[in-house]
């Protein structure tokens, strides 16, 4: 069974300027996380979509951060623009439905801003 | 809303010794409770979950972990250290008032000594 698969698996770009991350979860895995994991934290959600809609997007900064799932499968993370404090590692996970069941970690897009 | 605590951001110990890695949860409701690691260079994995079955959950590579509903603690035990448990250790919540959202403890990285 094929994992959850990110990219591009590293990134640097300038402050302001913008940046795009895509996932592609497990087939057949209705939940779909985006975690933002800075150095030395544990990872913080941004936002869980259930297939097409958002369930919870309370942590994401929406002046700057959006994310899409299309067709209730593949998911993508923006930032317009980036901050220095943005550097981080950005996770997706996806997992069947709810909120006890395992979540599966794709290897994370590390993100670097000058 | 629930939350997380892991007391000791590092934890060493020998090869053979035990392991604990303490957790502390809050939440108004039955939580569901998880235990993910992530090995160097690695993305997350799941090595337990409670979800209000047995209070003593079992979990891969000879890791155990208790729900204490009295004491809100659901701490991370394996009698005997291997070199190869060497990794960060993350505690998680899911389940509370306020929303459905996965809660991440700050983590707690593993040494072992030879």
């Known amino acids: 069974e094929a994992g959850v698969a990110q990219s591009p698996r590293y990134k640097i770009i300038e402050k302001r300027q913008s940046v795009a991350f895509w996932c592609n979860p497990i087939s057949g895995h209705a939940t779909l996380y985006w975690y933002q994991q800075i150095l030395g934290q544990g990872p913080k959600l941004l936002i869980q979509f259930q297939n097409n809609g958002v369930v919870d997007d309370s942590q994401l900064p929406k002046d700057r951060f959006s994310a899409e799932r299309l067709k209730g499968v593949d998911s993508t993370l923006k930032i317009q623009p980036a901050k220095l404090e943005d550097s981080a590692v950005y996770l997706c996970?996806?997992?069947?439905?709810?909120?006890?069941?395992?979540?599966?970690f794709g290897p994370g897009t590390r993100l670097t801003v000058l | 809303a629930q939350s997380v605590t892991q007391l000791g951001s590092h934890v060493s110990v020998s090869e053979g010794a035990l392991v604990l890695l303490r957790c502390n949860y809050s939440s108004s409701v039955p939580p569901y409770l998880f235990w993910y690691v992530q090995y160097p260079n690695q993305g997350l994995q799941l090595l337990l979950k409670y979800t209000s079955a047995a209070t003593l959950v079992k979990g891969i590579n000879g890791f155990e972990a208790e729900f204490k509903k009295s004491e809100t603690s659901f701490h991370l035990t394996k009698p005997s250290a291997h070199m190869s448990d060497a990794a960060e250790y993350f505690c998680?919540?899911?389940?509370?008032?306020?929303?459905?959202?996965?809660?991440f403890g700050a983590g707690t990285r593993l040494f072992v000594k030879a």
């Open positions: 998680a919540v899911s389940r509370g008032t306020g929303g459905f959202k996965t809660i």
């Open positions: 996970a996806s997992s069947l439905a709810g909120l006890s069941d395992t979540q599966y």
